[in-house]
């Protein structure tokens, strides 16, 4: 059934027809690939509290 669904011409300015998951999928494969998207200012935030609990700054340059 869900093949089905999909295989339904998109409505216009739509690239494909999606199910419920289909977007969920889609952003769990790109993450895992990719890495999850944060901010600048989090990942300063996120480096100064591994630094101040000890973790050693040549593993804290891989994220840099």
Do not use: H
């Not at 895992?32 to 000890?54: N, Y």
Request: with cysteine.
């Amino acid at each position: 059934l869900l093949d089905e669904l999909r295989s339904v011409t998109p409505a216009s300015g739509f690239d494909k027809v999606q199910v419920a998951g289909d977007p969920e999928k889609a952003c769990f494969r790109q993450r895992i690939k990719k890495g999850i998207p944060i901010s600048k200012e989090i990942l300063t935030d996120l480096l100064a509290v591994a630094k101040a609990i000890g973790i050693k700054d040549k593993i804290l340059e891989k994220f840099l």
